[in-house]
């Protein structure tokens, strides 16, 4: 399963909204994010997308650094190939961001719904990624993510374990 762990991530947008739980008006927000990552990442969404994307270089063809470790495939095979997007939902979802904003303090979110992927080879053998991230909140929560809009953090993303991903599944 799709993993970060204390890997630098830009907020590109928070939105506070209402959700409504039965006659009950419950707090909630979308923050949407994109980082660049190793294309090993790309595994984790299926086996064959990474070399769907990417290639060996040919002589003298690399134009950056490339990453280390993997198994060379670090030019993109289709450059001219827009962005592609993954339609699945990942429910369950535990983020916690080391916002910088106090040196101790860690927003943690739970029950944090992760979408709207979007892939972007880039050369070198890194991967920018952007996708969606919906949970419920307190007051509190939100004002501290607007602080955040458009900065850089640390964000881990802790998937479900597979007990909680049984119990997601009978509910």
């Not at 595994?43 to 690399?62: I, M, N, S, V, W």
């Not at 993109?76 to 827009?82: I, T």
């Not at 983020?95 to 979408?115: C, H, T, Y």
């Amino acid at each position: 399963m799709f993993q970060l762990t204390e890997q630098t991530t830009k907020i590109t947008s928070f939105t506070p909204r209402m959700e409504k739980h039965g006659d009950e008006n419950v707090l909630a927000g979308t923050l949407k994010l994109e980082t660049n990552v190793h294309s090993t990442v790309l595994d984790l969404f299926d086996k064959g997308f990474r070399k769907l994307l990417y290639r060996k270089p040919a002589p003298g063809e690399q134009t950056e650094l490339p990453l280390e470790g993997g198994d060379g495939l670090t030019a993109r095979k289709l450059p001219h190939l827009a962005p592609l997007k993954w339609d699945e939902d990942f429910p369950g979802y535990k983020l916690e961001i080391q916002s910088g904003l106090a040196l101790d303090e860690v927003l943690k979110l739970s029950d944090v719904e992760i979408s709207d992927f979007v892939f972007e080879a880039l050369d070198g053998g890194s991967c920018k990624i952007r996708f969606t991230a919906n949970f419920r909140q307190d007051g509190r929560t939100s004002g501290k993510l607007c602080q955040l809009i458009q900065d850089e953090v640390e964000l881990s993303l802790i998937p479900p374990t597979r007990e909680e991903q049984k119990q997601q599944e009978l509910t």
